[in-house]
């Protein structure tokens, strides 16, 4: 097993390495770069002189590197990752990558899992139910609101779930973290009580989609193995049925659901990116959203990279339980 736990570490790293350059390419496409924008801002807003504009924007190319080919400053960034583990400079928040991610991707990570958690139990447990009262009207209604949970946009749920908050229910305060009497609190009961009237509806969002999914594959799974002979040998010998579902059925229709996982969780993770952008939690969504509209390839590079990374860790820790539980899986 720690073989073949090496091995999928070891093929994962020119993946990302792959992923790197392409993330970092694609960001270089864009017309311009921050000088640019920063060109147009002091334009703008300062009432600079197209030339004066232009000296300062040069100014800041040469400051930051951005004078220099791609190629150059892809192998400075990856230097400065490998041996120093810093991402860059964030040019709109004069601040270290590194610090912006260490601030965020908790945040980040907290909502997601909650929501993995959340639709991996519920979408199971609800695909048992309907599979085990097939074409009942319990099992038809769960089939068209799982169709409607994956249809629907999470952020046209999210525009929905911020206008009914807003304007019916009345809430005092949407957005953030928690609320602004709590930003340098320590954690306490009621500072948690607060963060979560502020994420909860990222969470549910966020894996309600998750729901709909889990449910289809868990409904569909567990059809198939009650077909199978040894379900119906275990009936033969006069088990109680639910020991027959929930020993020898739901078990094996498992399997598919663990495997499954791993791409899942980048899918809470991307729910949660959406969410987070419409409802205003600083996450790293909202980061990630205008690090491309300015333009600032080190955080935007360095994203990329982080949600790349979640979706391949994603899929080596659900290949290595499904190796596990499954001995039909060879490690070698």
């Known amino acids: 097993m720690l073989r073949?736990?090496?091995?999928r570490?070891?093929?994962?790293?020119?993946?990302?390495?792959?992923?790197?350059?392409?993330?970092?390419?694609?960001?270089?496409?864009?017309?311009g770069d921050y000088a640019t924008n920063y060109q147009f801002f002091l334009m703008t807003y300062s009432n600079m002189s197209e030339y004066e504009a232009q000296q300062a924007a040069d100014i800041v190319r040469r400051q930051y590197g951005l004078d220099q080919p791609a190629i150059v400053q892809y192998f400075a960034w990856m230097r400065g990752m490998i041996l120093e583990g810093r991402f860059g400079w964030s040019f709109s928040y004069r601040r270290d990558v590194s610090?912006?991610?260490?601030?965020?991707?908790?945040?980040?990570?907290?909502?997601?899992?909650?929501?993995?958690?959340?639709?991996?139990?519920?979408?199971?447990?609800?695909?048992?139910?309907?599979?085990?009262?097939?074409?009942?009207?319990?099992?038809?209604?769960?089939t068209v609101l799982a169709f409607i949970g994956t249809c629907?946009?999470?952020f046209f749920l999210a525009i929905i779930m911020l206008?009914?908050?807003?304007?019916?229910?009345r809430v005092p305060q949407m957005g953030g973290w928690s609320s602004s009497h709590y930003v340098m609190a320590p954690m306490s009961m009621s500072k948690f009580w607060n963060i979560v009237s502020h994420v909860w509806p990222v969470v549910f969002i966020a894996g309600l989609g998750g729901i709909a999914r889990n449910f289809r594959v868990m409904r569909g799974n567990l059809l198939d193995v009650l077909n199978a002979q040894y379900v119906t040998t275990a009936r033969a010998k006069g088990l109680k049925e639910r020991k027959v579902i929930m020993r020898h059925?739901?078990?094996?229709?498992?399997?598919?659901?663990?495997?499954?996982?791993?791409?899942?969780?980048?899918?809470?993770?991307q729910g949660e990116l959406e969410t987070s952008i419409i409802l205003s939690v600083p996450t790293m969504a909202p980061l990630f959203y205008m690090s491309?509209?300015?333009?600032?390839?080190?955080?935007?590079?360095?994203?990329?990279?982080?949600?790349?990374?979640?979706?391949?860790?994603?899929?080596?820790?659900?290949?290595?339980?499904?190796?596990?539980v499954d001995p039909r899986v060879t490690t070698e």
Do not use: W
């Not at 990302?16 to 970092?24: K, Q, R, V």
């Not at 909502?111 to 038809?140: E, P």
């Not at 206008?163 to 229910?169: A, I, K, W």
């Not at 590079?301 to 499904?322: E, K, M, P, R, W």
């Open 4 to 7: 073949y736990i090496f091995k």
């Open 9 to 31: 570490i070891l093929y994962a790293i020119p993946v990302l390495i792959f992923i790197s350059m392409a993330s970092f390419a694609i960001i270089q496409f864009a017309p």
């Open 99 to 142: 610090e912006l991610f260490a601030e965020r991707l908790p945040r980040t990570l907290i909502l997601a899992i909650s929501a993995h958690l959340i639709s991996s139990v519920g979408g199971v447990l609800i695909g048992i139910y309907a599979a085990t009262r097939k074409y009942s009207i319990g099992d038809n209604l769960a």
């Open 152 to 154: 629907l946009p999470r």
């Open 163 to 169: 206008y009914t908050l807003l304007f019916v229910v």
């Open 249 to 269: 059925a739901v078990p094996n229709a498992l399997h598919p659901i663990i495997m499954y996982q791993g791409m899942v969780f980048p899918y809470m993770v």
């Open 292 to 324: 491309l509209q300015q333009q600032d390839i080190y955080v935007a590079a360095g994203c990329v990279l982080i949600y790349s990374f979640i979706l391949v860790l994603g899929n080596i820790i659900a290949d290595i339980t499904l190796a596990a």
